[in-house]
């Protein structure tokens, strides 16, 4: 299919690297420049190589954290007027929430739902004026199933979701959506640090543990990070206009609700 965004602009967050790399990969694949970013120069730049070589799209890569008012300005200075948003980043490390203290929690408030709202008030203006934007926050499938010990993630990016409720249904007549991806287990390095502590905990090789947790998933496999960028690239394109305000889940049938 051709998703109709050939030369349109994206900033894709947090995308060295995981999921969003996979959602850089497809959106230069669909003909898009891309933007990437990530905290470690020399793994940017190789990513930024490899996507390069595998669409022939033209990718930039800003090495910055995008959690600061200073990576955010490099991220815009690199792409002024973005047509694409995906907005990305790491979630607060798993802990009971008796350890969290006030900065604790107000660090996290930041990383999961105040950067994301920074980045689209810069992003939603020069969108609405030229009749086309397209925003996906990549959130977790905790939003809608939390996990204990991931409470504070699962509390910042539901408060997004929230805050970004009303937004969207103000921007929809402007051919301006703004959407969700909730991933569940995909193959990232965070999901095998995972089954590598549960692997030393339960005295079990990795690829038992790997293989365990495949068996908690109704799907019986881990997400393929390719698939999650095939979705996101989805609902950047020119297809999508009717989509926004939604959450979509891709979490291989864990949720066990029927709506």
Same mark, same amino acid.
């Given at each position: 299919?051709?998703?109709? %965004?050939? &030369? ?28 990437? +970013? &990530?905290? #470690? ?14 669409? &022939? ?7 910055? +954290? ?57 992003? %939603? ?11 996906? +926050? ?40 703004? +959407? ?6 995909? #193959? ?14 339960? &005295? ?23 698939? @999650?960028?095939?979705?996101?690239? @989805? ?15 891709? #979490?291989?049938?864990? @949720?066990?609700?029927?709506?």
């Amino acid at each position: 299919m051709d998703l109709g %965004i050939a &030369g349109r602009k994206a900033i894709v967050c947090a995308s060295s690297r995981g999921l969003g790399r996979a959602c850089a990969m497809r959106l230069a694949e669909a003909g898009c420049e891309v933007v990437i +970013n &990530g905290l #470690d120069p020399a793994r940017l730049e190789a990513t930024a190589a490899e996507i390069r070589a595998k669409t &022939g799209s033209k990718v930039t890569a800003v090495a910055a +954290n995008v959690a600061t008012p200073e990576g955010q300005a490099a991220l815009f200075a690199a792409c002024p007027d973005p047509d694409i948003l995906v907005a990305n980043n790491g979630g607060p490390p798993f802990r009971d929430f008796r350890e969290l203290d006030r900065q604790k929690m107000i660090d996290g408030v930041v990383g999961n739902m105040v950067v994301p709202i920074e980045l689209i008030q810069k992003a %939603i203006d020069p969108m609405i004026k030229k009749k086309f934007g397209r925003i996906v +926050n990549i959130t977790s499938g905790s939003v809608k199933m939390p996990i204990a010990g991931l409470d504070l993630s699962s509390g910042a990016r539901a408060g997004l979701t929230a805050f970004l409720a009303g937004v969207a249904r103000s921007v929809a007549q402007h051919n301006v959506t703004i +959407n969700f991806l909730l991933p569940g287990p995909f #193959d990232t390095d965070r999901l095998r640090s995972n089954n590598e502590q549960t692997a030393k905990k339960q &005295g079990i090789s990795v690829e038992q543990a790997a293989a365990a947790r495949a068996q908690t998933v109704p799907a019986k496999r881990i997400g393929n990070p390719d698939e @999650f960028g095939a979705a996101c690239a @989805f609902l950047c394109s020119s297809h999508a206009g009717f989509i926004t305000g939604q959450n979509l889940l891709m #979490d291989g049938g864990i @949720f066990p609700g029927a709506f």
